[in-house]
């Protein structure tokens, strides 16, 4: 009686056991199909672009700066047409601009995410006594798909750039 009781739980057991490693073996495939899925396509994942003014320009205070030429757009966010990077996934993002004043004028320029400037760069003409001052400035910024970043003019005339630009706008998904 004992006997058949202990051989029946054993039995239970066994079937339960073979249930759980039905169970394992199907999250294990679904987890290889998605590990090569994943790096089938790791290229196309990728978020990267710099683009550049390609020379000396007016802008107005408030205006968003186009920068028209493109050394690099991997993921097709960056819309030279617009200056507007669009985020094509969510993601932690970090976007730079190099900002060159023209001459003697002074120039701010912001990174916006979504309408709000988030970071400023700041060339400053000395009034009239410094000529073709830089400003830099970078931000790490928490995107989700479909947001939308770009570099505005807060305030000042002009920048400068050249044939290998001075004047640029960069991000890249991290
Ligand atoms: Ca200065």
Redesign the pocket.
């Known amino acids: 009686m004992l006997q058949g009781v202990i051989l029946a739980c054993l039995v239970a057991c066994i079937i339960l056991q073979e249930k759980r490693f039905e169970e394992l073996e199907s999250e294990h495939s679904h987890l290889v199909d998605r590990v090569e899925d994943l790096t089938q396509n790791g290229s196309s994942n990728k978020v990267a672009f710099t683009a550049a003014t390609s020379g000396a320009g007016n802008i107005g205070s408030g205006s968003t700066i186009v920068f028209p030429v493109v050394i690099n757009n991997e993921g097709g966010g960056y819309n030279p047409d617009t200056g507007v990077f669009t985020a094509p996934r969510s993601g932690q993002y970090v976007f730079f601009v190099s900002a060159q004043?023209y001459g003697s004028d002074?120039l701010y320029v912001s990174i916006v995410h979504n309408g709000g400037a988030k970071v400023m760069t700041?060339?400053?003409?000395?009034r009239g006594?410094?000529f073709y001052?830089s400003g830099t400035n970078l931000a790490a910024l928490n995107l989700q798909q479909g947001d939308t970043v770009w570099a505005t003019c807060q305030s000042g005339s002009s920048y400068y750039s050249e044939g290998i630009p001075i004047t640029t706008f960069s991000g890249f998904l991290i």
């Open positions: 004043g002074t700041m060339s400053d003409g000395g006594k410094d001052d």
